[in-house]
Every structure is written in structure tokens, then in C-alpha cells.
């Protein structure tokens, strides 16, 4: 055991350092501890690439200006602009409490290490505003209560300490499942909760003295194909066929797309790559995708891929520096418009890649979101107007339904790719109103979307908390140009109630939930509050889930169909349930939609 009695700030370096990398390496452990077994599972993937983030903060302090204060200012920005999903803020709230103590110590001290395991504790409960039991809060409190009961009974060695508070930790996740009756009969413990313990045993092993490669660099076992999974309905199609690079616009045929989709973005580096870090990216990006274009100078490097797996390319971009220009497009929808941009970027050289960025292009300014190119000024010169709306959605259909309803901008992400806050912060800015309402439209996504409405200043962000698609769009319907933002929000709420939400995908692993048993590959209907309906076939699986949605209140159906659906297969459905509820109005849209065959609801 270790003798240190203190932590300096280059250890706490070190011992963060190891904890992201222990969290990487396991992340798709933890994503599979996800209650449902749909393919969707990301806590490990949101808890990583939030810590990412501060890591890219970290490792851009010069040893000359490493101290604790610098230290832990990197660590709570980063983590706080780089949270994703509700495991990733979580995890932004606790090192934002941790580092509120620590740095304000030149030296961390076993009384000043159980103030700050108190103060994480107590700022991401604060953060949540209807806090669960048996969850990674569960496992946080445990873990501060024990490090108070150590010191009152008067343990002084450090290492003791830690070990203790760990080993502590690890019997309060064991506990969760007692706590949450969905995780028992689902068979997992929290999965927000195992990401915190997977992050303190590395920095344990920090203290500790064990070899550890802080590097962040790709490790062999790295490349395995799907290492961060993305699923599409393509995938669930089974469209195995390669796109040719060779092919002419008009020729392409969507069966011919092996990679679903087309991912770009630009690298702030943390440094110059080195001839090994640009071989391993893009040997990376090979692993799980093709036609890679790599372009780079020494402070940026511009990444463009088609993969089935976007979020695993932005994580390993992560690795170098912070993300910008992030894009993803669904080639099988917008195949034309993609080969374009594929020539474009094969054509791209580095000075290009520093036009872009600066926004010179021909004095051009350049939306970092949806990357349309706007006339210099023009932002500036539009008036400012009361009202602005972002929208979180995939799907180039459900995009459009929102554009078309009013949306500014729309943040391409849902399940399996929630944004960053920062991603929120960034469409904050490119709307030019006094306040923005933010929809979520996914629960994963709501405390991120909270986390830049408070740290935006110059704007009203109000954010609308829509848990699905469907929410967002009614609510989005309900909003009034005449009336006050309050009496807005007051709407856009309520109408909500009224809108019963379910979704069609398929199993990816045996368990039994609500008291029926589930096999991989079964197709499941799930609702706001858990399985509406489960069996093998998609088109009635999709019918039973509709129904149980229906009471005697019901007027409408709405029906989103996603990405591989036959819209003549679609249409069967709609035509069925309009005969059999005649006084209901029955809507059919195309959202192309990933993961999920069918989104749907009953109003």
C-alpha cells in the first residue's frame, strides 16, 4: 500500500487521468447493463466521452502552469461542456463538487479529500430535480458517507482510506438492485453507478503506483469493429454491400451502402499529431468505416468517415482534442448530396481546413451545426426576434416535420448519440433571439439540455422537458408567437400530458422485464413507463403496442415510420388501425429514424 499521505496536483493529474482511461476501456461493459435489451445502451459510451472531454482540457495545461487550481478548472469545464446523457452529467456534477473543494488546496489532505467527496455528492444530487435511489447517486452518497465515517473513526493512512471508501462503493452498487426492482429482474446492477466505481478503481491504481499508459493512444484490441455500437435500422437489415467510391451520383443504390453514414468533424489537436497519432486514427476509423479523408495541420485536423458507429469516431477523436463541426447525415436518405461532399472533402487541403474554420471563405461564415455557409454579417444584420426553438431528433423525416413546425436548428442525436451540452451551447448561439426553448425529446438528453440553460447568459433558454418525439411535436404545436415566454412554457407542459408515446425495436439479449421473458432478436413495443407489448413479428408488434396506448379519450394516432421501413409496410398499418378505430384520425409520416423501426402515439 501506498505511504503518500497527500495528493499534488501532478498526481491528481495522473490519478484522473488513469480514471478516464479505465472508464474507456471498459465502456461497452457498462453500456450491456442497460435494463432494457435494446440496441441503445450508451451510459458507458456518455460517461466516457464526457470525461473525454475534460481530458482534452487537461492535457492542454503546459507543466510549467500545472497546479491544483488550473487542474480542476479543466477538469469541471470540460466535463461540464462535454456532458452527454444523464449519466454524463451526473458524472459533470461530481467532478464539478469534487474539484469546487479541492482547489483551493495546494495539496489534498484526508480531511480535504472527505469535504470534496461530500461536495460532489451534494452538487449532483442538487442537479437532478427528482433524485432515484439505486442509481449512480445511490453510489456517490455511499461513497461520501463511508469517507466521514472513516475519518470520525480516526483512519489516517491515505491508501487505507481510499482503499476502504472504494470496497465501500463497490457494496452499495452491489446493493442497487435492491433498491430499483426493474435492475433485479433485469439482472444488472446501475450502470451510471459501475461507470463511477470502473472510474475510481483506475485512480486507485494510479495511487497505487501501478504502470499505467496515460497516452491515449489506440490499443491493440481497440480496432475490434463495433466497439462502440451504433445501430441503424440498416444494420438490423442486414445491407451488407460496399458503396463504390468509383459510382457516379446517379448510379448509387441505397443497397449498395455497407456504412450508413456519413460522419464529419474537425479537431481542435492538443498538440501536432506525431506520424504514429495520425496512423492510428485513421487506421481506427478504418476499423469501423470507409472512405476516410483525413486533412490535417498542426492545430486542427478535419475527419470525414462513413461508419455505422459516428459516436465511436467522435470518442476516438476526442482522444486529440476537442470536437467542432460535428455532422452526421444518414447516406441512405441523403446518398446524392453525400457523394458531392465526399468529393469535396477528398479535395479538401489543409489550408482549406483553415479557411473553414476561421470562416474566410470568401468572408463566408460557417454554421458549425449544419455547415451552410451565410454572407458576412448576416447575423448580425437579422433582427433579433422574440422566439427560437432547437430541437434534439434523428432522422432526416423527423427533422424536417420540426423544421417545417418552426425549429431554428436541429441537433442531429437521440439514442445512441446524445449531444454534448456544448452541442447545446452552440446552437444557443447561432440563434439570434431572446429566448430559445430547448426540446430534448429524449429523458437521456433533458439534464444535458438543463446544463446550458445555466450557463448560458446572454439569452432566456427555457427548456421544454420532452421525453419523446411525439412530446416534441405537440408541444412545438402548442407554442403561441403572441403569448409570454412563461405562458409558453406553461403550454407547451401541459400539452404534453395528454400524449402517450411507444416505440418499436428489437431485443439484443434474453431477460424478463414487467414479468414476461424476452429473447434476442424478439421484437418489443416500449412506452413511457416501460414494455407495452413483445413478439416476433414487427408489423403486429407495432399494432398491440398502438392499442394498449388506446382508451376511451383517444382521437389520434400518430405513426413514425424509421430508416429500412417499407412504406407500403407502414401504410398496411396505418390502413388496419384506421378501420378498426374509425372515429380516430390516423397520421402516417416518414421519420427514418435509427434504431427503432417505428415511433408512435396516441393523443
Known amino acids: 500500500m501506498s505511504s503518500k499521505k497527500t495528493i499534488d496536483a501532478v498526481l491528481l493529474k495522473k490519478m484522473f487521468l488513469s480514471a478516464a482511461k479505465s472508464l474507456d476501456s471498459k465502456k461497452e461493459w457498462i453500456n450491456d447493463l442497460n435494463v432494457f435489451p435494446v440496441p441503445d445502451g450508451d451510459t458507458g459510451t456518455n460517461m466516457t466521452m464526457t470525461i473525454m472531454s475534460a481530458v482534452s482540457e487537461v492535457n492542454k495545461i503546459a507543466d510549467s502552469d500545472l497546479n491544483m487550481e488550473s487542474l480542476c478548472k479543466a477538469i469541471s469545464t470540460g466535463s461540464l461542456r462535454g456532458a452527454r446523457g444523464n449519466s454524463g452529467v451526473i458524472l459533470s456534477q461530481l467532478l464539478r463538487g469534487f474539484t469546487r473543494v479541492v482547489k483551493h488546496n495546494e495539496e489534498i489532505d484526508l480531511q480535504t479529500l472527505v469535504k470534496s467527496l461530500e461536495s460532489a455528492t451534494e452538487t449532483a444530487y442538487k442537479a437532478v430535480m427528482k433524485p432515484k435511489e439505486g442509481t449512480v447517486l445511490t453510489v456517490a452518497r455511499g461513497i461520501s458517507e463511508k469517507a466521514v465515517e472513516l475519518q470520525s473513526s480516526g483512519v489516517t493512512d491515505m491508501g487505507v482510506f481510499l482503499e476502504k471508501v472504494l470496497s465501500h462503493g463497490k457494496k452499495v452498487l452491489a446493493h442497487t438492485p435492491d433498491l430499483l426492482p426493474v435492475l433485479k429482474e433485469a439482472g444488472v446492477v446501475d450502470s451510471g453507478g459501475q461507470g463511477l466505481i470502473v472510474a475510481m478503481e483506475g485512480a486507485f491504481d494510479c495511487y497505487l503506483g501501478k504502470e499505467i499508459d496515460l497516452t491515449f493512444g489506440v490499443a491493440s484490441g481497440d480496432f475490434k469493429e463495433g466497439a462502440a455500437p451504433m445501430p441503424s435500422m ?316 388506446i382508451d376511451d379519450s383517444s382521437e389520434l394516432i400518430s405513426i413514425y415510420y424509421g430508416n429500412g421501413v417499407e412504406p407500403d409496410d407502414a401504410g398496411k398499418i396505418s390502413e388496419l388501425l384506421g378501420k378498426k378505430y374509425p372515429m380516430m384520425d390516423v397520421v402516417l409520416q416518414e421519420g427514418s429514424q435509427p434504431v427503432y423501426y417505428y415511433i408512435v402515439s396516441v393523443e
Request: charged share 30%; with cysteine.
Open 234 to 549: 440498416a444494420e438490423i437489415s442486414a445491407v451488407n454491400e460496399s458503396l463504390s467510391r468509383k459510382k457516379g451520383k446517379d448510379s448509387i443504390s441505397t443497397a449498395d451502402i455497407k456504412f450508413g453514414y456519413c460522419t464529419e468533424f474537425i479537431i481542435q489537436l492538443n498538440h501536432p499529431f506525431t506520424d504514429e497519432e495520425e496512423d492510428s486514427i485513421k487506421e481506427y476509423l478504418l476499423s469501423i468505416g470507409d472512405s476516410l479523408v483525413c486533412v490535417s495541420d498542426d492545430e486542427l485536423c478535419k475527419i470525414h468517415v462513413h461508419t455505422n458507429h459516428p459516436g465511436s469516431a467522435f470518442e476516438k477523436g476526442l482522444e486529440f482534442g476537442s470536437l467542432i463541426r460535428m455532422k452526421v447525415d444518414n447516406m441512405r436518405e441523403e446518398h446524392s448530396d453525400v457523394v458531392e461532399r465526399d468529393e469535396a472533402a477528398r479535395n479538401m487541403t489543409a489550408e482549406d481546413l483553415r479557411r473553414e474554420v476561421k470562416g474566410s471563405v470568401e468572408g463566408a461564415q460557417v454554421n458549425p451545426l449544419t455547415k451552410e455557409v451565410s454572407a458576412p454579417g448576416k447575423k448580425k444584420d437579422e433582427p433579433r426576434k422574440p422566439y427560437g426553438f432547437i430541437s434534439v431528433v434523428a432522422g432526416s423525416g423527423l427533422e424536417n416535420i420540426f423544421k417545417e413546425l418552426g425549429a431554428d436548428r436541429i441537433i442531429s442525436g437521440g439514442q445512441t448519440m446524445n449531444p454534448s451540452t456544448d452541442d447545446m451551447l452552440s446552437a444557443v448561439e447561432e440563434i439570434n433571439a431572446d429566448t430559445i426553448f430547448i426540446l430534448p425529446n429524449n429523458k437521456n438528453i433533458i439534464m444535458a439540455a438543463n446544463q446550458a440553460r445555466d450557463l448560458t447568459e446572454d439569452k432566456k433558454v427555457i427548456v421544454i422537458p420532452s421525453k419523446t418525439v411525439p412530446q416534441g411535436i405537440t408541444a412545438i404545436i402548442n407554442f403561441s408567437p403572441d403569448a409570454s415566454a412563461e405562458e409558453n412554457e406553461a403550454a407547451m407542459v401541459d400539452s404534453m400530458k395528454g400524449v402517450k408515446s411507444g416505440s418499436i425495436t428489437y431485443a439484443v439479449r434474453d431477460t424478463s422485464i414487467d414479468g414476461q421473458e424476452i429473447h434476442k432478436d424478439d421484437i418489443m413495443g416500449i412506452g413511457d413507463k416501460g414494455l407495452l407489448a413483445v413478439g416476433q413479428e414487427i408489423s403486429q408488434t407495432t399494432v398491440d403496442t398502438i392499442e394498449s396506448l
